[in-house]
């Protein structure tokens, strides 16, 4: 069965060259890429035609403005960019105004989103266990940018939000060609308890991505992962 949209990849390194040879199976066709070459300044945005999505693995200090240039030029977005978030209300503004729709994620990865729903549980029970102190811990391979990574940083902000109010020690080790773990762990005299996820490969964050992208065309506004899989939030 022929592909049935078009896909642009902002961002040809690793990840977005496995997301190129996993879209046949979501029913894409890669139709264009744009990397630190043709896209200088999201100059190539404007000019791209008959794209139904874009998929935007690339820097933090370009992802903000890809995907600003996306949303004027009326282009889906789903991106997997860390790093940039405190520029996330300005983005946000944007996709707003031109009426399209955009899933972020520090992390794609079906796994971490269901251990990011129990590490919130584990957090809001134990908020109250004084005589527990708690970790949150990482790695990656030597080649990642930014540490702590966006995963861990959401982690723990996902551990202040439900309650856990006292200090969360933080550590990232970066070394070889590690995919990533991320663990989140309490302490006392008496016990211990670790919550882990282990990724394997870079493939889960690559279905993950795909998965949002073919969620996100018949969707307007901005989104989480976790709401294209577990379901929007309720207004408040």
Known sequence: MPATNNLVLVGYGKMGRLIEQLAPEYDFAVTERLDEYNNVDGAGIPALRNVDVAIEFSTPETAPGNLKKLAETKIQAVTGTTGWLDRLPEVEQAVRQAGTGLVWSPNFSVG????????????????????????????????????????????????????????????????????????????????????????????????????????????????????VLFGPRSAS
């Not at 969620?215 to 989480?224: A, F, N, P, Q």
């Open 112 to 227: 971490v989103a269901v251990f990011r729903k129990l590490t919130a549980l584990a957090a809001e029970l134990m908020r109250d266990q004084k005589e527990y102190g708690a970790w949150a811990w990482e790695i990656h391979h030597d080649t990642k940018k930014d540490a702590p990574s966006g995963t861990l940083v959401h982690l723990v902000k996902t551990m202040q939000e439900s309650g856990y109010t006292r200090g969360i020690d933080v550590s990232s080790s970066r070394a070889g060609k590690h995919p990533g773990t991320h663990e989140i762990g309490f302490d006392s005299a008496a016990d211990t308890i670790t919550l882990r996820h282990n990724a394997r490969s870079r493939e889960g964050f690559a279905r993950g991505a795909l998965q949002a992208a073919r969620w996100i065309l018949s969707h307007k506004g901005v989104y989480t992962f976790e709401e």
